[in-house]
């Protein structure tokens, strides 16, 4: 089987891939502002609710942080394959895009799995607002 990858198909992902980017990049320096408010809150008051909340920011920080590496890398091969496409390297290039491909489907995912970590933090945030309504604390 003697697959052909043409210039354009690696440049397909380069709007794709920015975009995802620039949205990790908001939602790190989002998460970076966050961890500033939390830590002079910390050290006016430690608590354990500050606590728990600064080490799930962590883990969200850090998982935003290999989703920008891998969709960073992704670019990258893309690049580098329609290099290869332009030498004539084309078994290789077909390799490497195959290796931006499964680059952008991990970062994904881990946005996904980020996104179920930042929805059920938020949904405690709820849960205790309501508990504190019922029991009149406003």
Not at 6 to 25: G, H, K, M, N, R
Not at 44 to 56: V, W
């Amino acid at each position: 089987m003697h697959e052909q990858i043409t210039l354009t198909t690696p440049a397909l992902l380069f709007s794709a891939i920015s975009l995802i980017l620039l949205a990790y990049t908001n939602r790190f320096m989002g998460y970076a502002s966050l961890i500033r408010g939390l830590h002079e809150k910390f050290k006016a008051n430690p608590n354990e609710i500050l606590k728990g909340q600064i080490a799930n920011l962590r883990k969200r920080l850090y998982l935003t942080r290999n989703m920008q590496i891998l969709g960073v890398g992704s670019l990258f091969l893309c690049v580098a394959a329609m290099f290869l496409i332009f030498i004539g390297q084309q078994l290789i290039t077909i390799w490497i895009f195959g290796i931006a491909l499964v680059m952008m489907i991990t970062s994904l995912g881990l946005s996904i799995y980020e996104i179920w970590i930042s929805v059920k933090a938020l949904d405690l945030h709820l849960g205790d607002m309501e508990k504190n309504k019922k029991e009149g604390k406003s």
